[in-house]
């Protein structure tokens, strides 16, 4: 994937571990507060997303400080993809399903990509 006259790599990924087991961790429903993922992006800026995703459920992305977290993106569904999204540097990122009903089966990644040198591993 291309993103302006630069390549994305994998700049971070979500905070250890870096596959979320939604039977082990739930997923909020949409009345809950959106579960972290990422503390801080560091010093990172990120220009998409790509995700696996095996809930088969639709998945917010949040950006934002605890109770004022602000839906970014929409990911899942049971896809393997990649989506633009900016996500500023610094910034605290969490999801919550996109219906009422917590999601509690099956695993997603997220993957966030920037440009520049590949930081595979960096948070």
């Not at 429903?29 to 095996?54: H, M, N, Y």
């Not at 993106?73 to 999801?95: D, L, M, W, Y």
């Amino acid at each position: 994937m291309s993103y302006g006259s630069g390549t994305l790599f994998p700049i971070y990924f979500i905070d250890p571990p870096s596959l979320l087991n939604t039977y082990v961790t739930n997923i909020p429903g949409s009345g809950g507060s959106p579960l972290q993922v990422v503390a801080d992006s560091g010093l990172r800026a990120a220009f998409a997303i790509g995700f696996v995703d095996t809930t088969g459920d639709w998945i917010g992305i949040y950006l934002g400080p605890v109770g004022f977290e602000t839906l970014l993106t929409i990911v899942g569904g049971g896809q393997v993809s990649c989506v633009p999204a900016v996500i500023p540097h610094n910034s605290r990122v969490s999801v919550r399903s996109m219906t009422a009903t917590p999601i509690t089966n099956g695993n997603i990644t997220l993957t966030f990509l920037g440009q520049g040198l590949s930081m595979v591993g960096a948070s």
